[in-house]
């Protein structure tokens, strides 16, 4: 997967989501999105920052003062976005 463009790597990581991907998978596709500077925007979204479950199905979240706590059900880990 190292030679792929930027473009192509967009589209894996669409394909992949709508594919229910394993925590394996998302941490690949994380990195080769790193790796090539690729943004890879709402994705970062989709899954815990920390053990790569998939979100909503693993995740509670709460809504506080202008701030989304998503946290992960799998292993805690709270990832915060201001809502605008
Ligand atoms: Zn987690």
Not at 55 to 84: A, D
């Amino acid at each position: 997967m190292e030679n792929l463009s930027r473009k192509e790597i967009e589209e894996l990581i669409k394909e992949n989501l709508t594919n229910n991907p394993s925590p394996e998978m998302l941490k690949k596709l994380k990195q080769l999105a790193m790796s090539k500077n690729v943004k890879i925007g709402a994705l970062r979204k989709r899954f815990c920052r920390k053990c790569y479950s998939l979100f909503p199905i693993n995740s509670e979240i709460r809504i506080k003062k202008g701030i989304k706590n998503i946290r992960c059900k799998k292993c805690g880990y709270v990832t915060r976005y201001k809502i605008k």
